[in-house]
């Protein structure tokens, strides 16, 4: 990966990020007006939050080097997949095992 592609990629994340935390701030307010149930206000901060954790590791993993790199096998992300999800952390192989995984729960 090229450094024009790795500060694009962190110039998504970070405007993602600024999203998240913005679509956070936003949703206390509704909350107190009544817009959303608070099952699914708490369920929104949740993934939200869970966003917020996935771009935050993808920068730290900018920071030190490692970006880009599957933290399941090691081998190189495809540019396309990182294109796509700046904050995956992981190969489409490593991807596909994880949520067989998740779905057999």
């Known amino acids: 990966m090229n450094r024009s ?4 990629l962190r110039h998504s994340l970070e ?3 600024a999203e998240l935390d913005a679509d956070l701030s936003a949703i206390s307010p509704a909350m107190i007006s009544g817009n ?14 869970r966003d917020l954790q996935r771009v935050d590791a993808a920068l730290e993993r900018i920071d030190t080097g490692l ?11 495809e540019m396309n997949q990182l294109r796509a999800d700046p904050s995956t952390s ?12 998740a779905s057999c729960k």
């Open 90 to 101: 992981f190969c489409l192989s490593c991807n596909s095992r994880v949520n067989r995984r």
């Open 36 to 49: 959303l149930a608070r099952d699914a206000a708490d369920e929104l901060v949740y993934q939200i939050q």
């Open 5 to 8: 592609d790795l500060n694009n």
């Open 15 to 17: 405007q993602l990020r």
């Open 67 to 77: 970006y880009g790199y599957c933290v399941g096998c090691g081998e190189e992300i």
